[in-house]
């Protein structure tokens, strides 16, 4: 029987991607194989607004894509919300880059912003069942980590951990925007 679990890092409140990252320099640093992807999270070309991922390639047993178009336009600070159809083309891109992940030998997938790809409607929540009835039928062959701002009773009742990220207070609240090296 496998001893691989399913993690959930869900709410309202800042720290789920930096939470995902944590588990998974732990366990790449244990010598461990891990996959991250990572949904509408994408950047235009030589210009990746998040950080983190400089890091990534000195980081050989990592696989990481990120999947969707850029939503953070820096030249005027202004995100688009509004989803067009190419958003929802990146968001299946990356369900089967995941279904795929699964087969790979990765010790550790880590899907990042999964569930909130479902709360903005790019990924309908039976789809992200399925991938974890893929999940299930090939033995659990890894620790599997989902994030996003909002959990399922469905997909609740299937997982082996939740961990809830709670607002209690903000900064962003007082007007205070994102900052490099802090929120990406």
Known sequence: MSTNQ????????KGKTTAALGLLLRFVGSGGKACFIQFDKGAAEGSDFYN???VFPLLPSLTHVATGLPRFNPENNTFRFKNIPADFSEAQRGLELAHHA??????????????SAVLTGLLQAEEVLKLLDNYEQLGRPCELLFTGHQIWPELEARVDLITVMTK????FDQSVK???????
């Open 6 to 13: 399913v993690q959930v890092y869900t709410g309202d409140g």
């Open 52 to 54: 983190e991922r400089k």
């Open 102 to 115: 699964l087969g790979q030998g990765y010790g550790l997938v880590v899907l990042d912003e999964i569930l």
């Open 168 to 171: 209690r207070k903000h900064y």
């Open 178 to 184: 994102a900052r490099k090296g802090i929120e990406f």
